[in-house]
């Protein structure tokens, strides 16, 4: 089993930044997948980024050039520089843990909510 809490959600007015932190606890690995995905009501999630073995980061194309994901492997802990937010980037925000071995996440976060406003 992964534990992951996150914090650093909150308001910010548009243009602004915000960073995003999850630390994972239990049984991790620094060979698996850590990143973030989003959730705006009535939507399904969607992935925000992901940081997989041996530094290879993945970005939405919404977020590419705005959002940085960088992790912290002694600490067992990703991070998420949101820079030049936009109202569109308002969303609950999920940490996710994903073994080696599979496609999909394994492990998901409580949410954190993040709100741009205009």
């Known amino acids: 089993q ?18 995003l932190s999850c630390a994972a ?6 060979i698996d997948a850590m990143g973030w995905y989003r959730q705006v ?7 925000v980024a992901v940081s997989s073995r041996g530094g290879i980061t993945s970005y939405a194309d919404s977020v590419k050039g705005r959002f940085t ?9 990703v991070y998420l520089q949101m820079n030049s937010l936009k109202p569109e980037d308002t969303a609950v925000y999920y940490c996710i843990y994903r073994r080696i071995t599979n496609w999909s996440p394994d492990y998901w976060g409580q949410g954190t909510q993040v709100t741009v406003s205009s």
């Not at 996150?6 to 243009?15: N, R, W």
């Not at 009501?41 to 992935?47: D, S, T, V, Y």
């Not at 960088?70 to 600490?75: E, F, K, L, M, V």
């Open 69 to 77: 994901i960088s992790r912290d492997y002694a600490r067992n802990t």
């Open 41 to 47: 009501p009535g939507k399904q999630r969607e992935l």
């Open 2 to 19: 992964v534990q992951l809490v996150e914090s650093g959600g909150g308001l910010v007015q548009a243009g602004g930044s915000l960073r």
């Open 25 to 30: 606890s239990g049984s991790t690995s620094n």
